[in-house]
């Protein structure tokens, strides 16, 4: 079983930034991947981007190049760098993990709440 931490959410001002941090546990086999997801208000959650076992990234919805996902120096650590923050960037954002061997998220953190007032 994957358990996923977010911290580093938070109020700030339009054209602020903040940085996300994702602690998840070790995956002890096997390929893997871990990222980041937004839900918006009344949204379904969407992929904002991914690291894989090799630490290769892929951005889905980086937020018009706002947003960056890397992976910290502790290698269970994901963290999403948001920059340029607007109010519609509001959300809660989760980290998830997929099953060994896929990159199928079936594992989700609690969420960490991001509010971006104009």
């Known amino acids: 079983h994957v358990r996923l931490v977010e911290s580093g959410g938070g109020s700030v001002q339009s054209g602020g930034s903040l940085r996300l941090s994702c602690e998840y546990s070790e995956y002890t086999y096997g390929s893997y991947c871990v990222a980041w997801f937004r839900r918006g208000p009344g949204e379904g959650r969407t992929l904002i981007g991914y690291?894989?076992?090799?630490?290769?990234?892929t951005h889905d919805d980086n937020r018009e190049g706002r947003f960056t996902v890397s992976q910290g120096n502790a290698k269970n650590t994901l963290y999403l760098q948001m920059n340029n923050l607007k109010p519609e960037d509001t959300g809660v954002y989760f980290c998830a993990g997929s099953d060994p061997t896929t990159c199928d998220f079936n594992y989700w953190g609690r969420g960490t709440q991001v509010t971006v007032s104009s």
């Open positions: 690291i894989d076992d090799m630490g290769r990234v």
